[in-house]
């Protein structure tokens, strides 16, 4: 399971054969072919999304950054009439030019990417917002927002009256991850995973035996997850189950290290690993299909600024 360590990595996206690495000084980088410095932003990198178009690079002082791949140009995400998001921003979600962004500051916002906008600004969670997914409708443009928080619901927004028209409580504990498949909304909190009908509102199915889950990503049928560890002598695990047939397909004992970052393309498991209260994080690379494990290309510190 030997993996790259290095101080101050903080996001870890896979990006076709290489990775998208976000650096707590700000800075984000692309590793491989043709790989180099990224826009970046002036503060440690929370969140990293990489989409066709554009990157963005979410901050713990609430600023978003988009920098896009064309012509490099670089622009902060800030509305006329109110200031940036005031709170590290936990989770962004991007479907074309659209954007949203979740933040510790208890409100989400939704941005038009390509004009600099925002489309809307949500308020209605008690506590920091942790996770977002931007929802199309049957015009195949997006026109709902989800959204989870560490009050333990889950809303749903209307985009284009930034109204909450439904409010999902599933769960008992903070919600800390989402992801989107189709019309199947996933959610995951500190009392396991819930499956629903995102357009309906509706819960298909809460499986509670899933653990305390951190991270979750999903790729088709398969639900890749870190939880905190059922081993005694480990803090963290990293599960591959099968959501449809609700079984576990593969399993890794990450020992004394968190998962603080987790992300997934077909087959390959990519996660940024770091010993509690330290700066130093390890980047583990899991070809989970094929069970073996893999270092990625060397990830240079980032250069100072």
């Known amino acids: 399971m030997v993996a790259l360590a290095d101080d101050g990595i903080t996001q870890v996206c896979n990006f076709g054969p290489g990775f998208i690495v976000g650096f707590e000084n700000g800075l984000v980088r692309e590793i491989g072919p043709g790989g180099g410095n990224l826009p970046g932003a002036d503060s440690p990198v929370s969140k990293v999304v990489v989409a066709p178009e554009y990157i963005a690079a979410g901050t713990i002082t609430g600023a978003v950054v988009v920098g896009s791949w ?3 140009q670089v622009k902060a995400l800030q509305s006329d009439d109110a200031d ?22 208890g409100s989400a916002s939704v941005w038009d990417v ?35 928080s560490m009050d333990s619901t889950i809303k749903l927004w209307d985009l284009a009256s930034g109204e909450c028209v439904a409010t999902l ?6 919600i800390t991850a989402f992801d989107l498949v189709g019309d199947r909304l996933f959610t995951a909190g500190l009392d396991g995973i819930a499956v629903w009908n995102a357009s309906e509102g509706k819960c298909l199915h809460h499986n509670e035996k899933g653990g305390e889950v951190s991270l979750m990503k999903v790729v088709g049928n398969v639900i890749i997850v ?37 992300d997934v393309s077909p087959n390959r498991v990519t996660a940024v690993l770091k010993e509690p ?29």
């Open 70 to 72: 064309h012509d490099g």
């Open 84 to 105: 940036p998001h005031t709170g590290k921003i936990n989770d962004m979600h991007a479907v074309g030019f659209c954007l949203g962004v979740a933040s510790e500051d």
């Open 114 to 148: 390509q004009t600099g906008t925002r489309i809307a600004l949500l308020r209605g969670h008690e506590e920091p917002v942790t996770c977002i997914r931007c929802i199309k409708g049957h015009n195949a443009f997006v026109d709902t927002i989800a959204t989870g």
């Open 169 to 174: 409580e599933k769960h008992g504990e903070m």
């Open 226 to 262: 870190a939880r905190s560890a059922r081993k005694m002598d480990a803090r963290t695990e990293i599960v591959v189950f099968d959501w449809e047939k609700g079984r576990e397909l593969s399993q890794l004992y990450i020992g004394g290290l968190v998962a603080t970052c987790l």
């Open 277 to 305: 209260d330290s700066s130093k994080a390890t980047v583990l690379v899991w070809d989970f299909g094929a069970g073996t494990f893999g270092m990625p290309p060397a990830i240079a510190p980032a250069p100072a600024r």
